[in-house]
Nanobody, 123 residues
Framework: QVQLVESGGGLVQAGGSLRLSCAAS????????MGWYRQAPGKQRELVAT???????NYADSEKGRFTISRDNVKNTVYLQMASLKPEDTAVYYC?????????????????WGQGTQVTVSS
């Protein structure tokens, strides 16, 4: 079993910054992709950014230039540095990880989600 624990959310004024962290623990062989998604009230969960184990990144268009995703493969931790925050960034932010786990037949990839952390940007 793998657990993802997020931290760093909170209340910030428009134009401010926040840094989210997500640490993975448990029976991990390797984490292939880690990422952040968000869900605003009344909306579907959407991609914010992802990063591979090799450091390749992918961002939603609305976050390009404002958010930076990074990861520490030794600590199995992913970060999201958010700058120039806008009220429309208000949402619950979820950590996601696709993890290789050892099973009896070899390796298998599972997807895990964190519990979410609230980010509120006031105008």
């Amino acid at each position: 079993q793998v657990q993802l624990v997020e931290s760093g959310g909170g209340l910030v004024q428009a134009g401010g910054s926040l840094r989210l962290s997500c640490a993975a623990s448990g029976s991990i062989f390797r984490i292939n992709v880690m990422g952040w998604y968000r869900q605003a009230p009344g909306k579907q969960r959407e991609l914010v950014a992802t990063i591979t184990s090799g450091g390749s990144t992918n961002y939603a268009d609305s976050e390009k230039g404002r958010f930076t995703i990074s990861r520490d493969n030794v600590k199995n931790t992913v970060y999201l540095q958010m700058a120039s925050l806008k009220p429309e960034d208000t949402a619950v932010y979820y950590c996601n990880a696709r993890v290789l786990v050892v099973v009896t037949t070899g390796l298998r990839e599972y997807e895990y989600w964190g519990q979410g952390t609230q980010v509120t940007v006031s105008s």
